[in-house]
Nanobody, 125 residues
Framework: QVQLVESGGGSVQAGGFLRLSCAVS????????MGWFRQAPGKEREGVVH???????NYADSVKGRFTISQDLAKNTLYLQMNSLKPEDTGMYYC???????????????????WGQGTQVTVSS
């Protein structure tokens, strides 16, 4: 059974940085999708950045140049380095995964197979 556990969230001032980690267990890593979503109160969950089994990445326009996704398969860990944080980056960040994903497109939240519990990121102005 796949389990995703996020850590690394916190409260920082604008311009600061955080690194989120997602520890993965039970994942098959077969034609997989992994990524990060975020959700602010009262708003829809939105994709932040994604990586597939071929290493292709896709960043939301709002985070390009500031966020970097990486993965350490040996440690079964996914990372999100967030630099130059802005107040609008505030939200609950979720690690997400899905196997047997053969499409080139990024899954909608409803198509995500597994979610982490979320870690809160708060950026003050």
């Amino acid at each position: 059974q796949v389990q995703l556990v996020e850590s690394g969230g916190g409260s920082v001032q604008a311009g600061g940085f955080l690194r989120l980690s997602c520890a993965v267990s039970g994942y098959k890593y077969s034609n997989y999708y992994m990524g990060w979503f975020r959700q602010a109160p009262g708003k829809e969950r939105e994709g932040v950045v994604h990586i597939d089994s071929l290493g292709r990445t896709n960043y939301a326009d709002s985070v390009k140049g500031r966020f970097t996704i990486s993965q350490d398969l040996a440690k079964n860990t996914l990372y999100l380095q967030m630099n130059s944080l802005k107040p609008e980056d505030t939200g609950m960040y979720y690690c997400a995964a899905r196997d047997q994903w053969y499409s080139l497109r990024v899954p909608d939240p409803s198509e995500v197979g597994y979610w982490g519990q979320g870690t809160q990121v708060t950026v003050s102005s």
